[in-house]
C-alpha cells in the first residue's frame, strides 16, 4: 500500500512538473505571439503618424498658398495685412491662431517691402503693430520668441525713438515716416500685418 502511495505521490509529481512545462512553453508562445503583435500595431502606427504628419504639412502649405493669393509673398514669407484696428495682444493672438506672426522685418529690404505693402493694401496714412515689444526688460526688444531683435528702423531724426519709457512697450510701423518704427502703448488699436514663413 505504501508502495503504492509512493507511486502515486510520483506520478502526481511528474503531472505538476509536465504541466508547469506545458504552462511555460505556452506562456513563451504567447510572449513571443504578443511580442509580434506588438511591433505590428507600433508599425501601423508610426504609418498612422506619418501620413497625419504629412497630411498636416499639405493643410499647411494650401492654407499658405491661399494667404499668398490674399496678401503678398516676400523673401520666403508670405504677407497678409488686416485692416481691422486691435490692440498689440488681439492682433498677435489673431496672427497666432492663423499659424503666423505679426510681421517682423529682419532686414532694410523686407521693412521696405513690408512698408510698400501695407501703403498698398491698407493706406499710405497707417500704422500698423509690428511682432516686437519690450515688455520683460525696457529697452530690451524681443520677437514674438523672445528673442533680441537685431534689425530695428527706430525714427531717430525726430522724435528719438522709442521715447515712450514703460508706458509704451510695443512698436509700430508709420507709413507716414517713410516705415521708420515708433514704440507705441500696447492697448492702443492699430491695424496689422501677419507674417508666415514658407518652407
Given at each position: 500500500?505504501?508502495?503504492?502511495?509512493?507511486?502515486?505521490?510520483?506520478?502526481?509529481?511528474?503531472?505538476?512538473?509536465?504541466?508547469?512545462?506545458?504552462?511555460?512553453?505556452?506562456?513563451?508562445?504567447?510572449?513571443?505571439?504578443?511580442?509580434?503583435?506588438?511591433?505590428?500595431?507600433?508599425?501601423?502606427?508610426?504609418?498612422?503618424?506619418?501620413?497625419?504628419?504629412?497630411?498636416?504639412?499639405?493643410?499647411?502649405?494650401?492654407?499658405?498658398?491661399?494667404?499668398?493669393?490674399?496678401?503678398?509673398?516676400?523673401?520666403?514669407?508670405?504677407?497678409?495685412?488686416?485692416?481691422?484696428?486691435?490692440?498689440?495682444?488681439?492682433?498677435?493672438?489673431?496672427?497666432?491662431?492663423?499659424?503666423?506672426?505679426?510681421?517682423?522685418?529682419?532686414?532694410?529690404?523686407?521693412?521696405?517691402?513690408?512698408?510698400s505693402y501695407v501703403r498698398q493694401?491698407?493706406?499710405?496714412?497707417?500704422?500698423?503693430?509690428?511682432?516686437?515689444?519690450?515688455?520683460?526688460?525696457?529697452?530690451?526688444?524681443?520677437?514674438?520668441?523672445?528673442?533680441?531683435?537685431?534689425?530695428?528702423?527706430w525714427e531717430t531724426e525726430i522724435?528719438?525713438?522709442?521715447?515712450?519709457?514703460?508706458?509704451?512697450?510695443?512698436?509700430?510701423?508709420?507709413?507716414?515716416?517713410?516705415?521708420?518704427?515708433?514704440?507705441?502703448?500696447?492697448?492702443?488699436?492699430?491695424?496689422?500685418?501677419?507674417?508666415?514663413?514658407?518652407?
Amino acid at each position: 500500500m505504501m508502495a503504492a502511495g509512493g507511486l502515486w505521490m510520483t506520478f502526481y509529481l511528474l503531472l505538476l512538473v509536465h504541466c508547469s512545462l506545458l504552462q511555460s512553453s505556452t506562456k513563451k508562445k504567447n510572449e513571443k505571439k504578443d511580442s509580434v503583435t506588438a511591433a505590428a500595431v507600433e508599425k501601423l502606427q508610426k504609418q498612422i503618424d506619418d501620413i497625419v504628419q504629412e497630411l498636416n504639412l499639405l493643410k499647411e502649405q494650401q492654407a499658405l498658398q491661399t494667404i499668398c493669393l490674399k496678401g503678398t509673398k516676400i523673401l520666403g514669407k508670405c504677407l497678409l495685412a488686416d485692416p481691422k484696428k486691435t490692440t498689440f495682444h488681439a492682433a498677435s493672438d489673431d496672427c497666432f491662431s492663423k499659424g503666423g506672426s505679426l510681421s517682423t522685418p529682419l532686414t532694410w529690404d523686407e521693412n521696405n517691402q513690408l512698408y510698400s505693402y501695407v501703403r498698398q493694401s491698407l493706406s499710405p496714412e497707417e500704422h500698423i503693430w509690428l511682432g516686437i515689444n519690450d515688455m520683460v526688460t525696457e529697452g530690451q526688444w524681443v520677437d514674438h520668441s523672445g528673442s533680441s531683435v537685431r534689425f530695428k528702423n527706430w525714427e531717430t531724426e525726430i522724435t528719438q525713438q522709442p521715447d515712450g519709457g514703460h508706458s509704451q512697450n510695443c512698436a509700430v510701423l508709420s507709413t507716414t515716416a517713410n516705415g521708420k518704427w515708433f514704440d507705441e502703448s500696447c492697448r492702443v488699436e492699430r491695424a496689422s500685418v501677419c507674417e508666415f514663413n514658407i518652407v
